[in-house]
């Protein structure tokens, strides 16, 4: 990037854009980020830089503040999660894919651009190897936001082949945070569970307790989302989306992590329809191309990230 690049983040005012905006604002200057949500924002997200009440459908308002802000990066993360695209098929796709279309559409009429688009690991399927999940094998999602997904990788490597679109994407596990709360997904209870232990003492897991997915703590999944969208045009070998791997663990592991920081919390158990989601995922991720490709390496494993969650969200409890 030169000094007069700019960038857009799209659905900013999310779990990953609270995090993107924050990391990229602090490394290139507030006015450099651009940041664009469906719903109005408050505190720092507008008052750190511009930021625009935005529907990432009106493919013409993402155009116009594309030019208007010399825009050289866009960051799609408008989405329906999984939980809630079940629930709301019709405009989970609607907004999964016309979301992209769009970008994707921008991308190749204006030229320039390099663009962002998180994949999942809901492109599995239950017919997928669950262990150790490798980049290319069985893809046959029974979700709606997973056949999105795939629909999604599949358009991102045909406008890179075509029309010499420059996408890259990564499927990302489910992902932990303290900044901002999860938006609808199957992984939320690794989110909620902090919060709970931390204002409650319990948690009642909406998943059995020896359901294993692929995690990974935030900070990790920032970096290599950057690291990504900096790696040389050559290196990026893959433009569907990347495997990407950082903890796996089940209910019952995290539980007995957290205990170690809050001995007497307690967990049960409840599942819900989230638990079949679960269930037709991976339990751990093979994410040898990403290393191999761009030097993909997670740094938090799941000691680490308690410690630095419970530690962050006992700060905010402290100063609210
Ligand atoms: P989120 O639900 O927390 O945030 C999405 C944001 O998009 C929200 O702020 C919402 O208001 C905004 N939005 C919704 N509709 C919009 C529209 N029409 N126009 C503009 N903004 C709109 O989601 P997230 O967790 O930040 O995920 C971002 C992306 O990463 C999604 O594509 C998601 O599928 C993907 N992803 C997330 C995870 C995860 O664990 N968080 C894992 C895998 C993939
Ligand atoms: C979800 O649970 O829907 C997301 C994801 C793994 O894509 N966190």
Redesign the pocket.
């Known amino acids: 990037m030169t000094n007069n690049d700019n960038v857009l983040i799209?659905?900013s005012?999310?779990?990953?854009?609270t995090d993107l905006v924050y990391k990229l604002r602090t490394d290139l200057g507030g006015d450099r980020v651009i940041a664009a949500?469906?719903?109005d924002q408050e505190g720092y997200l507008k008052e750190s830089g511009p930021f625009y009440t935005?529907?990432?459908?009106d493919a013409q308002s993402v155009a116009d503040i594309i030019r208007a802000h010399k825009v050289k990066r866009v960051y799609l993360?408008?989405?329906l999660?999984s939980a809630t695209a079940e629930q709301k098929m019709k405009s989970a796709w609607k907004?999964n894919m016309e979301?992209l279309f769009n970008v994707l559409d921008i991308a190749r009429e204006l030229g320039g651009l390099r663009v962002f688009w998180?994949s999942?690991i809901a492109v599995f399927g239950p017919t997928t190897p669950r262990v150790n999940t490798p980049q290319y094998t069985v893809m046959e999602p029974t979700t709606v936001y997973g056949i999105s997904k795939l629909s999604g990788e599949l358009w991102c490597e045909y406008y890179f082949k075509k029309f010499g679109v420059d996408v890259r994407s990564i499927r990302?596990p489910?992902?932990i945070s303290y900044k901002a709360l999860?938006?609808?997904?199957t992984?939320d209870y690794a989110v909620d569970i902090y919060h709970q232990a931390l204002d409650k003492g319990s948690y009642n897991c909406f998943l059995k307790e020896d359901t294993a997915l692929p995690m990974m703590y935030m900070p990790d999944a920032i970096r290599a989302t950057l690291e990504l969208m900096e790696a040389p045009s050559d290196d990026v070998k893959i433009r569907s989306s990347y495997n990407l791997a950082g903890i796996s663990f089940t209910p019952e592991q995290i539980a007995a992590e957290i205990k170690k920081h809050i001995p007497e919390f307690a967990i049960s158990y409840e599942p819900d329809f989230r638990q079949a989601i679960a269930d037709s995922w991976p339990q751990s991720i093979d994410d040898s191309r990403a290393q191999q490709d761009w030097g993909w390496n997670p740094q938090y494993d799941m000691e680490s990230m308690t410690k630095d969650m419970l530690m962050h969200l006992k700060e905010a409890r402290q100063s609210a």
């Open positions: 799209l659905g005012g999310g779990q990953i854009g949500d469906l719903k935005l529907d990432v459908l993360l408008a989405a999660l907004l979301g998180p999942s990302y489910g992902l999860p938006g609808g997904g992984t």
